[in-house]
T-cell receptor, first 113, second 111 residues
Framework: DGGITQSPKYLFRKEGQNVTLSCEQN?????MYWYRQDPGQGLRLIYY???????QKGDIAEGYSVSREKKESFPLTVTSAQKNPTAFYLC????????????FGSGTRLTVV | GQQLNQSPQSMFIQEGEDVSMNCTSS?????WLWYKQEPGEGPVLLIA?????ELTSNGRLTAQFGITRKDSFLNISASIPSDVGIYFC???????????FGQGTRLTINP
């Protein structure tokens, strides 16, 4: 079955460490997105990629980095520069950048200890 | 970035009751979407609206694209336990390319 796989489901990180969250899709979608979710808030866009080898900053990109070397993969690195990284991270994809039928992964919960 | 005002933030209802929630924007939107998120999972698209005044149903769910194009409503009739979750509105205004999400409405149902 096609879908988006995020791993790991839970991740613990020590302060000062970088950590990479995986996102893989087998839907043949061009566009991919990373969102951050905090309690009581909506989804905030971190980075997005309209097509392979291209990506753009979202609303809260500071302290994060991404790559899009393969169509299927859009990993997110949370760097030590991110001041408050504890959150639920969601990856999504859509057929095209203009298509709003996003398919979401199951999320990764990152906790800084 | 722009955010939508979604209300109520939470609802506690009895099984069988109808539910209403809404979302408002300060700018005109040309697309409204409603998603549901269950605990520990990603949101799933429920209904998409593309025209002012449009009324669309998906089973017991009905959503409307407001005439002013600055709001949208979601109704759930005869709620059941599996309706529990967080409901998000999302939309795009005329000047932006990115989807904007509301803060969510957390629905809890007492059996």
């Amino acid at each position: 079955d096609g879908g988006i796989t995020q791993s790991p489901k839970y991740l613990f990180r020590k302060e000062g460490q970088n950590v990479t969250l995986s996102c893989e899709q087998n839907l043949n979608h061009d566009a991919m997105y990373w969102y951050r979710q905090d309690p009581g808030q909506g989804l905030r866009l971190i980075y997005y990629s309209q097509i392979v080898n291209d990506f753009q900053k979202g609303d809260i990109a500071e302290g994060y980095s991404v790559s899009r070397e393969k169509k299927e993969s859009f990993p997110l690195t949370v760097t030590s520069a991110q001041k408050n990284p504890t959150a639920f991270y969601l990856c999504a994809s859509s057929i095209r950048w203009t298509d709003y039928g996003y398919t979401f992964g199951s999320g990764t919960r990152l906790t800084v200890v | 970035g722009q955010q939508l005002n979604q209300s109520p933030q939470s609802m506690f209802i009895q099984e069988g009751e109808d539910v209403s929630m809404n979302c408002t924007s300060s700018s005109i939107f040309n697309t409204w979407l409603w998603y549901k998120q269950e605990p520990g999972e990603g949101p799933v698209l429920l209904i998409a609206l593309y025209k002012a005044g449009e009324l669309t149903s998906n089973g017991r769910l009905t959503a409307q694209f407001g005439i002013t194009r600055k709001d949208s409503f979601l109704n759930i009739s005869a709620s059941i336990p599996s309706d529990v979750g967080i409901y998000f509105c999302a939309g795009r205004d005329q000047g932006a390319q990115k989807l904007v999400f509301g803060q969510g409405t957390r629905l809890t149902i007492n059996p």
